[in-house]
């Protein structure tokens, strides 16, 4: 066994992480009672996000040896991410009782109050970490920490820590989190900054340079926009998005297939109607292509009484992509899927009324989410493309918008998008206009009073639109500095990249071409 483990450590230390789990379920195959084997096969699954698979084997650790460090931290972590906030925070709280020392179950415990928006605890919590941790550099732990700073307004400690910081090391992704914020890049040298991508040789692993080259193109692009220097800030953005394209992937076909078979799947249960009618009353579903104003949609309704916001719940999506792939799918099953989301969700909400789910992919799911929750409402949030694009454009998305960095990627993303929406649209609108609302970001910025108003009302929370509440929403996706900021028309109808322009509108009338073939075939 000895030799099995050693291989398997040499194949996690060098990124093989897939060959690791191959041995690691040998090695459980041939020990299936062995602690070391079931710990080992638990560890490799969640490098590799098979999260539900690793609880397993994580609590059958547990049931053997009820106080083991190990396997209660992981299941925090592992609990957290498929969402399951409770037993998150009860497995984070024996963790640190088990080992007061490591900074690692303050660090998952932190991150729960984050998703409950309760951001003083989680500050508390990010600093007795950081205090555990000695300070060592970790990134992941300093930028939940300066998030966590963002969300409880305190600007100054976080340009404190980051300058703090920077005198110790430079951090391509912390310098990238605050080169949004101007009240701190004004406080650091651009110049020592811009040096800095000329000494990127040495770094042989292709993958970490792009990630250092983008990170250090993209927050130079945003802090030459602030100060504007617009041709310099668009060389960074199109360097950046072409270093990260060389090594990004996008499935063009795997993307239409998905579609095609959400379709299908919906027409064969569209007539089926579930027991309880009431279901998903107070669940609010907001929708759109990333970037096109969900996130302020978000705010709107967040900054009411007895709303609120739990930010984009994946898990559920993930579940909803697993199913289409069935040729038998049926109605139980989604309903299954559906009391899970209900279950994860009524934790967080506590006494309050409303609870926002805002994953913009759930365009996808439109006709299923009214299907599982008839009393739930749906907001669809439709842009400008052109202007959608650009700001899609404008984003370090390396991995979570695998199709961002391409304007002819975006273009055919959006073509995608349009062509489920409209199917919902022709679906379901005609029937249910009180569950399902389409609303334009243009419409909502040149009138925001009223289209805010509006969406309050249709969404069926008591309450009246005031934009100094909306401004004090926060979100830790790309679009804080839109929410903190009042709402602006400078977005609508860019003029940035446009000599791009017109193939992108080409290549979005061939992808929708093509949709329309595929209908009328």
């Given amino acids: 066994m000895k030799l099995q483990i050693d291989q398997i450590k040499e194949y996690l230390k060098n990124g093989q992480h897939q060959r690791a789990l191959f041995l690691a379920k040998n090695l459980f195959d041939q020990n299936p009672e062995n602690i070391t084997a079931i710990r080992t096969l638990g560890f490799c699954q969640m490098l590799l996000d098979q999260n539900e698979l690793s609880i397993q084997q994580y609590l059958k650790v547990k049931e053997n040896l009820p106080d083991d460090f ?128 000329n000494n990127l040789d040495q770094i042989k692993d292709r993958n970490k340079k792009v990630q250092i080259e983008s990170g250090i193109l993209f927050g130079l692009a945003r802090i030459y926009e602030k100060n504007g220097k617009k041709e310099k800030a668009d060389r960074c953005y199109l360097d950046a998005n072409e270093k990260i394209l060389s090594i990004q992937r996008y499935n063009l076909l795997s993307e239409q297939k998905t579609i095609t078979n959400i379709i299908n799947n919906y027409k064969k249960i569209e007539n089926v109607e579930i027991n ?26 967040s900054s009411q009484k007895n709303v609120f916001s739990g930010g984009e719940m994946n898990i559920f999506n993930q579940k909803l992509l697993e199913l289409y792939k069935s040729d038998n799918l049926d109605i139980e099953a989604i309903e299954e899927a559906g009391n899970d989301l209900k279950n994860k969700y009524q934790f967080l909400l506590r006494d309050q009324k409303f609870f926002i789910d805002k994953l913009p992919k759930n365009y996808l799911h439109i006709g299923f989410l009214l299907k599982i929750f008839p009393a739930a409402k749906v907001i669809h949030v439709q842009r400008n493309e052109w202007d959608n694009a650009i700001s899609l454009f404008k984003q370090r998305y390396i991995k979570n918008v695998p199709f961002s960095s391409s304007f002819f990627t975006i273009a055919v993303q959006m073509a995608n998008k349009n062509h489920i929406v409209d199917f919902w649209k022709k679906t379901l609108l005609s029937k249910i206009t009180d569950n399902f609302k389409v609303i334009n970001y243009e419409d909502l910025v040149n009138e925001e009073h009223k289209i805010s108003q509006e969406i309050i009302d249709f969404s069926g929370v008591d309450g009246q639109y005031d934009e100094e509440k909306r401004k004090d929403h926060f979100s830790n996706t790309a679009s804080i500095s839109q929410v903190t900021s009042g709402v602006h028309r400078k977005s609508i109808k860019s003029e940035q990249f446009s000599s791009f322009k017109g193939k992108f509108e080409e290549d979005l009338r061939n992808q929708s071409e093509y949709w329309i073939n595929q209908t009328t075939s």
């Fill in 276 to 301: 309880d009618q009431q279901k998903g009353r107070g669940l609010i579903f907001i929708t759109g292509m990333p970037r096109s104003g969900t996130t302020l949609t978000e705010s709107i309704l």
């Fill in 70 to 197: 190990d396997a209660i931290n992981n299941l925090g972590v592992l609990y957290f991410k498929v969402e399951n906030f409770k037993e998150a925070i009860e497995h984070n709280q024996k963790a640190k009782e088990l080992n007061p020392k490591s900074y690692f179950p303050y660090i998952n415990m932190a991150m729960c109050f984050m998703k409950m928006r309760k951001f003083l605890e989680a500050r508390l919590e990010f600093e007795r970490a950081l205090e555990l941790s000695n300070l060592e550099k970790n990134t992941n732990l300093n930028i939940q920490y300066m998030e966590c700073l963002l969300a409880n307004k305190d600007i100054d400690e976080l340009r404190n820590f980051y300058l703090q910081n920077q005198k110790k090391y430079f951090d391509v992704d912390m310098f990238y989190f605050i080169s949004d914020l101007k009240e701190i890049t004004q406080e650091i040298s651009i110049e020592s900054i811009e040096k800095k991508l």
